[in-house]
């Protein structure tokens, strides 16, 4: 074995070949070249007896995205865990105060990718309120219906996910079959088939159409099957299952005070979802239930999720007896300046909580934009989820918190 | 709008107070001290009949004359979101307690806050930069942050060059003194 | 300066190589031929006298050629197989069916650049993919594909297969040790862990099958289960089968016990910072040990190379091609040509769109496959070795596509369950099949 200490070495700047760099090659130790900053750092930082760093991502191949996670392991167990984040940052809520309204939207559409609706409804209902605007029921209708396609399909690939993590080659193909369904007729709405820019201040972009109707006709048919099927790939699974069960347990009290929404939430027992515990929209209107569970470990999680694809079936099926006539977009001036204002408008995303606040200045820009997301919510818990466990056990829990980059960056 | 919980929350915060509870479509909004965040706070959490056990967003918001720190809140009491605005920190030197006492899950929160205003929040045991680089000196959502100044100020200038002198012939010293004297 | 010398000046590389080499060859030549000359005798006497040096020889040339070709054909599988269970249609542009993709991987493998990370051990670095290569090949010598076609016949022939195939953990042991890698060493450690664990049970498991057979040669215990599928060792063994095809599947690093190289935790284990040919060493390596692993659950559990039945109706063809005299020269030189043209007529007839020299083509590979079907039916008639083959490929291929099967279908298990199913089920499982079958020979008598 080599020596362990850093080797460095001096060679010329690609850049100017006048330069001279020193640089260490071989190991590289994650460990920041400056003093600790915090009380946090300096203890992470600091290693135990028999402990050393693991420098996973960001380029990793199961970190979901572009995220760095510093592991501190002794042997296989992970004693402690530091999320790195930034390497995604795009700065969105910079870029949309120096956007109109309108165009605001388009910039929210990438922050968590496979659910791209969820990142505009907020933004479109916290602007609405600012401008008392109201919306019509058709398009609201629309909304719910495309949303909740939407959350099936970001379900479907959670599954694929879970199982690419734990080594399961299959699931992430055939949920990706469905996923491609549903992606394809928000295809034939929208006219994209993963950013849409399709809710817009008032309504959406465009009424339902033929090949969308069709398409979703055909899809329901045999919706409940599909899903029924992915989901035998891994429900009976012995060693998933046993993967699964008692990893990264977290209690009800604590997923309160880790602020943690959505079906991580559920999953501890606690009934929170926003399309119930503070409606919007036409959900009041709708017949569905909130599936939750007690256990709060990853199976809990991953079991919830499918719950709640069937409940989105049942709504799907809802929305389309219930779809009323009339236009899809409110009247609005072409150039919009709300009085000077806040508003805070969440939806249930995938995810969890999806929410956003917007100030207006009475201009044509919002005058601050805040982003709140749930996969950055989700993603500091890994840290308390994870010591204890093991190395392979990270990637799971982290996979069952189902955090998607592009939001945790923003 | 719940005006019971306006009734409520005058009557129990009504000292505290900065300013008078506004309401408007489904939010109640109350504007306190950074001083007395910690107490209000905890009172909305644990008292019976106000439960706020959910913190549905913390966000930093730079208001051109002074700093804020906005918390929305749930409770199962009431059907609005109540928002809490921390107003009136100073802009050079913007502090206020952190709420990670009460909630865990508002650490990143708060150094996303730091991170992009410079807001620091006291009893936050991990307030390092969250998304910019540990070097970074300035705080990009401020309405002072001009992007130019700050790319040029950051570490990462001298590191890899900028475009200008990037080639070779441009990069001769007369050329160097030249761009730094702002020719 | 010389003419020569200035001649010489003025060639080019090549032409200074040919120059050099070609008198070389050619008194080379010379001496080789006048060593057999004078010694040819000799040399042909000793070589007889120790023909197992010979057979040696030959069976360790067989075996490195044959592993290859193997690891090819099994990557393929894996490739194709997979993908039709995952509703894709996998390799498809090189080769009928995407075959020769595999092929292009290995070229492609031993081209690029074979890198030497900075801080590494480079010996332990170097050498570690050829012990890992060498460990699973040298397993190949002992196993009986056919009645006569083996590498040798050891009286501890298990024994050797197991000595040698523990050798590949060090060389995983030296690959993960000397990356100057964490993830390099954590799948190293683990592929230790992993593997000593698991040879245990898999050594006791087959303790049973010696107990039955009375010997350690694999031919030996081939022979044994001669006759009707009745007498394989897996009806007799039915818990030696499954403790030794768990742990068969360990040893091979295969899903679900894949975690030396398990991509979503340690990126490639201790295969992280190979490239190159030497990457190639560990993914042959691999694929090799699944071949190997099936062909001996088939050897010692399934018979090996004999046939599950017997043929109930006996052909026998009595065929003397010496009888035709000069016919079968005009046969030979007809029947070609002929048999091309019958078989391209009823496409030419049938789809009028089709150019004449496309149906020739179609008639002659036809033809070919024909003549081929012919050939090895003939063989298989005749050649005992043979059907042994085709028998013993038949059921090896099965078990390996059982292990492709088994990595398109399951997860991962988890680092603590695996040493705890080694330890707490299959150690015990396996000592009581030994007590078992142990007590039953005592009691029965054999």
């Known amino acids: 074995m080599a020596t362990s200490a850093p080797i460095s070495r001096r060679r010329a700047s690609a850049d100017d070949p006048r330069v001279i760099l020193e640089e260490q090659v071989g190991v590289f130790e994650p460990v920041p070249p400056f003093p600790p900053r915090t009380e946090r750092e300096a203890e992470f930082y600091t290693l135990g007896d028999g402990e050393m760093f693991l420098n996973m991502g960001p380029q990793h191949p199961s970190t979901h995205g572009v995220l760095r996670v510093v ?290 200045d009475g201009t044509d820009q919002p005058f601050r934009l805040r982003i709140h997301d749930p996969s950055f919510i989700h993603l500091q818990s890994v840290g308390l989820l994870m010591p204890g466990h093991l190395i392979a056990d990270t990637m799971a829990v982290m996979a069952s918190l189902d955090p998607i980059m592009g939001g945790v960056d923003k | 709008m719940d005006r019971a919980l306006r009734r409520r929350l005058e009557a129990r915060f009504g000292d505290v107070l900065s300013g008078p509870v506004r309401q408007r479509h489904d939010e109640t909004e109350i504007r306190i001290g950074p001083a007395d965040l910690t107490v209000v706070m905890r009172a909305l959490h644990d008292e019976p009949d106000l439960r706020f056990r959910f913190l549905a967003d913390l966000a930093g918001v730079d208001s051109g004359s002074a700093m804020q720190v906005v918390y929305h809140l749930w409770s199962e009491t009431t059907p609005d979101w109540l928002r809490v605005i921390a107003d009136n920190l100073p802009r050079d030197d913007a502090r206020i307690p952190s709420v990670t006492f009460l909630w865990k899950g508002a650490e990143w929160m708060e150094r996303e806050a730091y991170d992009m205003f410079g807001i620091t929040f006291e009893g936050n045991r991990d307030l390092r930069r969250i998304y910019m680089p540990p070097d970074y000196t300035s705080f990009p959502l401020r309405k002072d942050f001009f992007l130019a100044d700050d790319a040029a100020r950051s570490p990462g200038a001298g590191v890899r060059h900028m475009e200008r002198t990037h080639s070779p012939r441009n990069a001769t010293p007369a050329a160097v003194v030249r761009q730094a004297k702002g020719a | 300066m010389t003419v020569v010398g200035r001649a010489w000046n003025r060639l080019s590389l090549p032409g200074k190589l040919f120059f050099t080499l070609a008198p070389l060859l050619l008194v080379t030549t010379i001496a080789v031929i006048a060593i057999l000359v004078i010694f040819g005798q000799l040399i042909v006497d000793f070589l007889a006298a120790n023909l197992p040096i010979v057979r040696f020889v030959v069976a360790v040339t067989a075996v490195l050629l044959m592993s290859v070709p193997t690891a090819f054909l099994i990557i393929y599988m894996e490739m194709k197989v997979i993908a039709l269970m995952n509703l894709r249609l996998g390799p498809d542009r090189v080769g009928p069916y995407g075959s ?102 898999l050594t006791l498991s087959v303790v049973g099958v010696l107990i039955l057979a009375g010997t350690m040669s694999l031919n030996q215990i081939v022979l044994d289960q001669r006759g009707s599928f009745l007498d394989w060792f897996a009806f007799k063994q039915p818990l030696g089968l499954l403790i030794f095809f768990i742990a068969a599947t360990a040893e091979a690093n295969r899903t679900p016990f894949d975690l030396t190289e398990a991509d979503s935790e340690i990126v490639a284990g201790f295969a992280t910072e190979y490239s190159g040919m030497r990457f190639g060493f560990f993914f042959f390596a691999e694929y090799v040990n699944v071949f190997i692993m099936s062909a001996l659950i088939v050897s010692l559990f399934f018979g090996g190379w004999t046939a599950p039945f017997d043929w109930p109706w006996p052909v026998h063809i009595e065929l003397n091609p010496g009888g035709l005299g000069i016919g079968l020269l005009i046969l030979l030189a007809v029947a070609p040509v002929v048999g091309t043209l019958v078989l391209a007529a009823p496409f030419w007839v049938a789809r009028s769109s089709m150019p004449a020299w496309q149906a020739l083509i179609i008639g002659f590979v036809l033809l070919n496959l024909l003549i081929g079907l012919g050939l090895f039916a003939l063989a298989f008639l005749g050649w005992e070795w043979v059907v042994g083959l085709f028998w013993f490929l038949g059921k090896t291929y099965g078990f390996v596509f059982t292990f492709v099967w088994m990595r398109g279908t399951l997860p991962r298990v988890r680092i603590d369950q695996l040493m705890g199913f080694a330890w707490k089920w299959l150690l015990p499982a396996s000592l009581l099949n030994l007590f078992v079958t142990a007590g039953a020979v005592v009691v029965l008598g054999r």
Not at chain 1, 82 to 89: E, I
Not at chain 1, 159 to 176: E, Q, R, Y
Not at chain 1, 201 to 208: A, E, F, K, R, S
Not at chain 1, 313 to 335: E, F, S, T, W, Y
Request: hydrophobic share 45%; proline share 5%; net charge negative.
């Open chain 1, 71 to 360: 592991v501190k392991i002794n042997g296989e167990v992970v004693t402690d865990l530091d999320p790195v984040l930034g390497y995604l940052h795009r700065g969105v809520e910079k870029l949309c105060e120096n956007s109109d309204y309108h165009q605001a939207i388009c910039y929210l559409d990438p922050l968590e990718y496979v659910s791209a609706l969820f990142c505009e409804w907020p933004a479109v209902m916290a602007f609405e309120k600012l401008m008392d605007v109201t919306v019509p029921r058709r398009a609201e209708y629309i909304r719910v219906l495309s949303g909740e396609l939407l959350r099936i399909a970001s379900h479907a690939l959670f599954m694929g996910w879970m199982a690419l993590d734990l080594g399961g080659l299959t699931p992430i193909l055939w949920s990706f079959i469905e996923r491609d369904e549903i992606v394809e007729m928000l295809g034939a709405l929208t006219g994209a088939r993963m950013l849409f820019n399709y809710y817009r201040i008032g309504g959406v972009n465009g009424d339902l159409n033929h090949e969308f109707m069709s398409r979703l006709g055909d899809w329901m048919t045999r919706a409940t099957e599909q899903h029924d099927a992915n989901v035998r790939l891994l429900n009976e699974n012995e060693i998933f299952v046993r993967r699964m069960r008692d990893l990264g347990r977290v209690d009800r009290e604590t997923a309160l005070r880790m602020c943690m929404t959505g079906p991580n939430l559920r999953a501890t027992g606690v009934p929170f979802d926003v399309r119930r515990s503070h409606p919007y929209s036409v959900y009041p209107e709708l017949d569905f239930d909130i599936p939750t569970r007690d256990e709060g470990d990853c199976l809990a999680r991953y079991l919830l999720r499918l719950d709640e694809v069937k409940q989105s079936l049942r709504i799907i099926d809802q929305c389309l007896n219930q779809m009323p006539d009339g236009p899809v977009m409110a009247k609005l001036p072409r150039l919009l300046r709300p009085r000077p204002g806040r508003a805070y408008a969440a939806v249930e995303s995938p995810r969890g909580q999806y929410a956003n606040y917007a100030i207006s």
């Open chain 3, 100 to 201: 020769l993709l595999s092929v292009v991987h290995g070229l492609k493998v031993l081209m690029k650049e074979d890198f030497t990370p900075t801080g590494v051990d480079s010996i332990v670095f170097t050498l570690a993919p050829v012990v890992v290569y060498l460990a699973s090949v040298m397993s190949l010598l002992v196993i009986p594909f056919a009645p006569g076609l083996f590498g040798q016949d050891l009286n501890v022939g298990l024994l050797y297969f197991f000595a040698v195939g523990g050798l590949s953990v060090v060389g995983l042991l030296m690959a993960g040790w000397s990356s100057f890698n964490k993830y390099s060493l954590l799948g190293g450690l683990r592929s230790a862990a992993q593997i000593i664990s698991y040879e245990i049970p």
